[in-house]
Nanobody, 124 residues
Framework: QVQLVESGGGLVQTGGSLTLSCAAS????????MGWFRQAPGKEHEFVAT????????YYSDSVKGRFTISRDNAKETVYLQMNSLKPEDTAVYYC?????????????????WGQGTQVTVSS
């Protein structure tokens, strides 16, 4: 059974930093595209970042480019999202997602596996 477990969320002030982690189990992590999405209250899921199997292919949404960094450790079967210069509009539940093989995609429908999410709140 595939499990994606996010951690690292919390409350931070504007301009602060957080690092989210997503520990995966039950899937071939080294052949899985990993992504981060977020959902703010009353809004649809929004793509944040994605990373290819080996980490060479990375894409970010325009809203986080230059502030967030996605990375992965295949030995630890974990993907990370380093978030700097946080803004109140980054407040959302952040979800880790995955799918096997393929190239990194930004469409939510591509991802077959999802974690339960971790709350990030940025105070002004």
């Amino acid at each position: 059974q595939v499990q994606l477990v996010e951690s690292g969320g919390g409350l931070v002030q504007t301009g602060g930093s957080l690092t989210l982690s997503c520990a995966a189990s039950g899937l071939t992590f080294s052949r899985s595209v990993m992504g981060w999405f977020r959902q703010a209250p009353g809004k649809e899921h929004e793509f944040v970042a994605t990373i290819s199997w080996g980490g060479g292919g990375i894409y970010y949404s325009d809203s986080v480019k230059g502030r967030f960094t996605i990375s992965r450790d295949n030995a630890k079967e974990t993907v990370y999202l380093q978030m700097n210069s946080l803004k109140p509009e980054d407040t959302a539940v952040y979800y880790c997602a995955a799918y096997l093989f393929g190239t990194p995609e930004t469409s939510r429908s591509k991802y077959g596996y999802w974690g339960q999410g971790t709350q990030v709140t940025v105070s002004s």
